[in-house]
């Protein structure tokens, strides 16, 4: 049986590279990791999306690019979850603390189903 959040999570901060206000909201999804960038249509993130760059991760979407999806993957990773449905508002995930610690908290504290 997939492993996905029982409830939806929300983080918004500032990314680390523009210095812009991020939000992004983690939803329930039963069957891999979807990324809806600034409204547009979800996406399921596929290894061909991986376009890193120096001291960062970059996923190229058809929305366009997205930075630092790095340690709220890792929180995803960690979880072994098998879906997620993250909408971003912005071109990054916030930085909040700079690692997937507060990500991992906020993901048990909703448990997982």
């Not at 680390?16 to 991020?22: A, I, K, N």
């Not at 993130?45 to 340690?71: K, N, Q, V, Y």
């Not at 098998?82 to 930085?95: K, N, Q, R």
Request: aromatic content about 4%.
């Amino acid at each position: 049986m997939p492993r996905t959040v029982r409830a939806s999570v929300t983080w918004v901060g500032r990314g680390l590279f523009t210095g812009g206000r991020c939000r992004v909201r983690l939803s329930p999804a039963a069957d891999g990791y979807w990324v809806s960038l600034n409204g547009a249509l979800a996406e399921r993130i596929a290894h061909h999306h991986l376009a890193p760059l120096p001291l960062r991760s970059r996923l190229l979407l058809d929305a366009g690019p997205l930075s630092t999806p790095e340690h709220l993957l890792a929180a995803l990773v960690l979880l072994d979850l098998d879906g997620a449905s993250i909408a971003v508002d912005g071109s990054e995930i916030p930085l909040l603390d700079g690692s997937s610690l507060p990500f991992l908290r906020a993901l048990l504290g909703v448990g997982v189903t």
